[in-house]
């Protein structure tokens, strides 16, 4: 919705969190987020099951990619941190 209300957004933006997090932090989000113990990093498949291809390589890749023009241009991320931003997507 912001790069269609806001003219200004033109070209390619990197839409990802501002806060990039390892495989074991996710994991202990996720484990937070639907009330179940975390005890081993969530195995690549699993992830490939829930997020889809572009999941498992998103959140399994080691690219350091920020949205730096994102912010730039005035966008302000719902759920900057991993914790928050799951357990809005899974409580719903």
């Known amino acids: 919705e912001f790069a269609l209300v806001n003219?200004?957004?033109v070209g390619v933006y990197n839409?990802?969190?501002?806060?990039?997090?390892?495989?074991?932090t996710f994991t202990q989000?996720?484990?937070?987020?639907v009330h179940r113990?975390?005890?081993?990093?969530v195995p690549a498949f699993v992830i490939g099951l829930i997020f889809?291809?572009?999941?498992?390589?998103?959140?399994l890749g080691s690219a350091q990619v920020f949205p730096r023009r994102?912010?730039?241009?005035?966008?302000t991320f719902e759920h900057?941190?991993?914790?928050p931003a799951?357990?809005?997507?899974l409580s719903g």
């Open 7 to 9: 003219e200004g957004v």
């Open 15 to 24: 839409t990802v969190s501002p806060n990039p997090v390892t495989n074991k």
């Open 29 to 33: 989000a996720l484990g937070k987020a």
């Open 37 to 41: 113990p975390a005890f081993f990093p």
């Open 52 to 59: 889809g291809e572009m999941g498992q390589a998103l959140l």
């Open 70 to 75: 994102l912010q730039e241009a005035g966008y």
């Open 80 to 83: 900057p941190d991993i914790g």
């Open 86 to 89: 799951l357990q809005a997507l």
